[in-house]
């Protein structure tokens, strides 16, 4: 059974940066891609960056300019680097992967940017 494992989640200052790291634990993103999911408080998730297996990457309209997703084979991870963060960026994180049919998602990391 595939594991997803979000870190890098915290409390940052608007105008400020993250970078969320997403660890699998079978080397699956070389195989298909990855998206990056937040869910607001009390608004339903919503869709934020992917990266397909050939590399190309699309972003939300809401974070495009800002957040880049990006990946390492090699140590089966992949990034979801955040600037320019802004309050309504606040919201638990999650990266999920459909590889080999499955549909994996990781636990979750919460980031709040308020000053």
């Known amino acids: 059974q595939v594991q997803l494992v979000e870190s890098g989640g915290g409390l940052v200052q608007p105008g400020g940066s993250l970078r969320l790291s997403c660890a699998a634990t079978e080397p699956i993103f070389s195989l298909a891609g990855v998206g990056w999911f937040r869910q607001p408080p009390g608004k339903e998730r919503e869709w934020v960056a992917g990266i397909a297996s050939n590399g190309m990457t699309a972003y939300a309209d809401s974070v495009r300019g800002r957040f880049a997703i990006s990946r390492d084979n090699t140590k089966n991870t992949a990034y979801l680097q955040m600037n320019s963060l802004k309050r309504e960026d606040t919201a638990v994180y999650y990266c999920?992967?459909?590889?080999?049919?499955?549909?994996?998602w990781g636990q979750g990391t919460q980031v709040t940017v308020s000053s």
């Open positions: 999920r992967s459909t590889a080999m049919g499955g549909n994996y």
